[in-house]
């Protein structure tokens, strides 16, 4: 998938790459990084306490091409990414989009693979890989050995999970109107999304949200300014709670009384 001594593709990148011409979570995610590293007071890495890199501070844009161009053993990657995740921990969030920052090359590249054959679904993999990741860079055991490989890892099978679903798992467009009763009632989109948002599966802001973009004719990007926020993190919050209420759908939740409690989307 991706070595764990090098954070960016390698000779397939021109097949794996696509530009995004879209703002999605990734590109979001550039943005703040470049932020981040601007003159005239950029965030600087002590790259003195990881064995194999310059015995000096580098600004995390300088690291970030540092990584990409050298190839450094395993005992230097996770020494690196265990000082990276525990900033990003411990100093607050502008080392958590520092450390993304690092890895893009990386997320951008998985992100890619997974979505070559799936264009469509282009959007929602740059989403859930960057949050694939984040959850790694919060939770994952920081002990060696493979740690940048484990937490790569990570964002690869929450990306792969938007397209290997299957069409069960995703809220459906449409509902049957034939004779045969299907086997739990689902009713309009609009009353099961109501059903999901009393049981307390997801909130009555992600019900409305999916219902108004999948349903009606809002847009996201109409949505995120009105919001205040980026598309790609209204995108994001979709997709969960979409995927929540398909499986509820599954399981049979929505096909009894309404019921409150449980935890939302």
Known sequence: MVEAQRQTPNEDDTMTSRTRINETAL?????????????????????????????STLPLDELRT?????????????????????????????????????????????????????????????????????????????????????MCWTAWRA?????NA?????LPLDF?????????????????????????LITAEAAELISMTRFGDAMIEQLAVERGVTPASLRMRRRRAERTVAAAVTSGDLSGPARSGGRAA
């Open 66 to 150: 540092l990584l990409v161009y050298e190839r450094h053993d395993s005992d230097t990657t996770d020494c690196l990414w265990q000082q990276l995740a525990l900033h990003a921990r411990e100093w607050g969030p502008a080392w958590v989009v520092g450390a993304i920052g690092l890895a893009l090359p990386a997320l951008t590249h998985l992100a890619a693979r997974i979505s070559r054959d799936h264009p469509r679904h282009a959007d929602d993999v740059d989403s859930e890989v960057l949050a694939g990741f984040l959850e790694a860079l919060r939770t994952t055991d920081l002990k060696p050995p493979r740690l940048w490989l484990r």
């Open 159 to 163: 990306g792969t999970a938007v397209v």
């Open 27 to 55: 590109t979001t995610a550039e943005k703040a990084f470049a932020s981040l590293t601007c003159e005239p007071a950029p965030l600087v890495f002590d790259a003195r306490r990881v064995p194999g890199l310059p015995n």
């Open 166 to 170: 299957e069409d069960g798992e995703e």
């Open 176 to 200: 049957s109107t034939g004779s045969r009763s299907p086997r739990m009632p689902y009713g309009h989109p609009d009353l099961l999304l109501g059903r999901a948002a009393a049981a307390g």
